[in-house]
T-cell receptor, first 114, second 112 residues
Framework: DTGVSQDPRHKITKRGQNVTFRCDPI?????LYWYRQTLGQGPEFLTY????????KSRLLSDRFSAERPKGSFSTLEIQRTEQGDSAMYLC????????????FGPGTRLTVL | DQQVKQNSPSLSVQEGRISILNCDYT??????FLWYKKYPAEGPTFLIS?????DKNEDGRFTVFLNKSAKHLSLHIVPSQPGDSAVYFC???????????FGAGTTVTVRA
């Protein structure tokens, strides 16, 4: 148990539809990170939050992507007008303990866009 | 631009022998390095890490070595066990934001 749950675990959608993923850290931490992993690649950074504030967005995050962390605990990632290129594993991570150095990942949400 | 590189996509090793995984990085601002293990359909699991002020860190069967001048790190697994068969990712971060940059991974297969 990494202390992070993600919902749903799998999502199949048709191109053009909107999808929303949720990340729930079991323990509180002021930092929360989102990553995306495509087949054959390592995870790539998307964005991160310090409490409610979104501090950085990767250039991978087009205007169709939006992320929120309204109460500084759980976070949501929404993709509007999905494209086949959005098919990937979306991962959420929080630091462990008092250090930001080591991040612990949730199980991920596997998105398939048909 | 790929700032963290794992040039060996796969590694096959016999049970009981040593597995050595290699990783190179280009960003001089990286000051913390990590190894993760990943099974299919699961998130990465943290294995071991090392700060840039050290050159070795050991945890049970896992040892990470860091050569800052060469911008190179390696993970040694001794002895290798069948349960070690997985994809291993090298990652690095900088103190400015702690976001992780990952390599493409090395698939390890431990043969009985």
């Amino acid at each position: 148990d990494t202390g992070v749950s993600q919902d749903p675990r799998h999502k199949i959608t048709k191109r053009g539809q909107n999808v929303t993923f949720r990340c729930d850290p079991i323990s509180e931490h002021n930092r929360l990170y989102w990553y995306r992993q495509t087949l054959g690649q390592g995870p790539e950074f998307l964005t991160y939050f310090q409490n409610e504030a979104q501090l950085e967005k990767s250039r991978l995050l087009s205007d169709r992507f939006s992320a929120e962390r309204p109460k500084g605990s759980f976070s949501t990632l929404e993709i509007q007008r999905t494209e086949q290129g959005d098919s990937a594993m979306y991962l959420c991570a929080i630091p462990g303990g008092d250090s930001y150095n080591e991040q612990f990942f949730g199980p991920g949400t596997r998105l398939t866009v048909l | 631009d790929q700032q963290v590189k794992q040039n060996s996509p796969s590694l096959s090793v016999q049970e009981g022998r040593i597995s050595i995984l290699n990783c190179d990085y280009t960003n001089s601002m990286f000051d913390y390095f990590l190894w993760y293990k990943k099974y299919p359909a699961e998130g990465p699991t943290f294995l071991i890490s090392i700060s840039s002020i050290k050159d070795k860190n050991e945890d049970g069967r896992f040892t990470v070595f860091l050569n800052k001048s060469a911008k190179h790190l390696s993970l040694h697994i001794v002895p290798s066990q069948p349960g070690d068969s997985a994809v291993y990712f090298c990652a690095a971060s900088a103190i400015s934001d702690y976001k992780l940059s990952f390599g493409a991974g090395t698939t390890v297969t431990v043969r009985a």
